[in-house]
Nanobody, 126 residues
Framework: QSQLVESGGGLVQPGGSLTLTCAIS????????IGWFLQAPGKEREAVSY????????YYADSVKGRFTISRDRAENMVYLHMNSLKPEDSGDYYC???????????????????WGQGTQVTVSS
């Protein structure tokens, strides 16, 4: 089974930038996608972005469009979340997760992912 390890979280001032990294030990499915989720204190886990390996389709939540960019390095088995113009409401634990690709599946829902990392904390505060 794949293992995912996030890194790159930390404390940043509003308007600052961070890049989160998801290191993937192996891909067990030929077709899969990698998602980033945010869980803010007291809130449910919500999808921030995901990228599909079959066609590089990318999704962004409305709240991060124009500020966050997801990318991946196939050779290094890494997926990145580049976060710019950070806001206090971007604070929380960020998780990367993987899911096999099935048709008619809503990949903004965390229950459709089967492998999760341990999370990395992001705090946006002055």
């Amino acid at each position: 089974q794949s293992q995912l390890v996030e890194s790159g979280g930390g404390l940043v001032q509003p308007g600052g930038s961070l890049t989160l990294t998801c290191a993937i030990s192996e891909f067990r499915e030929p077709y899969y996608l990698i998602g980033w989720f945010l869980q803010a204190p007291g809130k449910e886990r919500e999808a921030v972005s995901y990228i599909r390996n079959s066609d590089d389709y990318i999704y962004y939540a409305d709240s991060v469009k124009g500020r966050f960019t997801i990318s991946r390095d196939r050779a290094e088995n890494m997926v990145y979340l580049h976060m710019n113009s950070l806001k206090p409401e971007d604070s929380g634990d960020y998780y990367c997760a993987s899911a096999p690709i099935w048709p008619y599946t809503d990949y903004t829902r965390p229950e459709n992912y089967d492998t999760w990392g341990q999370g990395t904390q992001v705090t946006v505060s002055s």
